[in-house]
């Protein structure tokens, strides 16, 4: 569980692996980690910016 600040000590976005593409409809794979509490969290966007996962 994220603690609810919103400082990420790191942020990546990258594209959609192919089978997340075809099973999830995910455009997008970010990962992101809190810089107060270093709670790991991936995120998966699709291609008109809706959250598909989190």
């Given at each position: 569980?994220?603690?609810?600040?919103?400082?990420?000590?790191?942020?990546?976005?990258?594209?959609?692996?192919?089978?997340?593409?075809?099973?999830?409809?995910?455009?997008?794979?970010?990962?992101?980690?809190?810089?107060?509490?270093?709670?790991?969290?991936?995120?998966?966007?699709?291609?008109?910016?809706d959250?598909?996962?989190?």
């Amino acid at each position: 569980m994220i603690c609810g600040e919103f400082s990420f000590k790191k942020l990546t976005v990258k594209p959609a692996s192919s089978s997340n593409r075809e099973e999830l409809g995910e455009a997008w794979h970010v990962t992101r980690v809190c810089g107060v509490c270093g709670a790991h969290q991936e995120i998966g966007i699709d291609a008109e910016g809706d959250v598909v996962y989190e």
